[in-house]
């Protein structure tokens, strides 16, 4: 009996196709994450300063008072990354400094 050459090529892939695969590497397990605090900022702290004008010293006020490891102003117009830190401190002004938002970030 003759088996002609594209019979041989067709089931050397039919018998390929019944091989296994090697088992995956599992995942690795993912990081401890340590719980934050709600208020980890502090911006509940100084939350009653929305309305005044940001000054330097009032900025360093707020440093003192929040304990916040960060503070970062947000100024219309200007980019920020998204990313979310619970420890800093964001205080958001409007175009003449005033301060319109407190929170984390």
Do not use: N, W
């Amino acid at each position: 009996m003759k088996i002609s050459g594209a019979a041989l090529i067709v089931s050397g892939f039919l018998l390929a196709g019944c091989s296994t695969a090697p088992k995956p590497d599992e995942a690795p397990l993912p990081p401890d994450v340590k719980p934050v605090p709600e208020d980890a900022c502090g911006a509940q702290t100084v939350g009653s300063l929305v309305g005044e004008t940001l000054t330097d010293a009032l900025r360093a006020d707020i440093a003192d008072r929040s304990r916040a490891s960060e503070i970062r102003v947000i100024e219309p117009g200007k980019g920020y990354t998204m990313d979310y830190r619970a420890e800093r401190l964001d205080i958001k002004v409007d175009d003449q400094r005033m301060i319109t938002d407190i929170s984390c970030g």
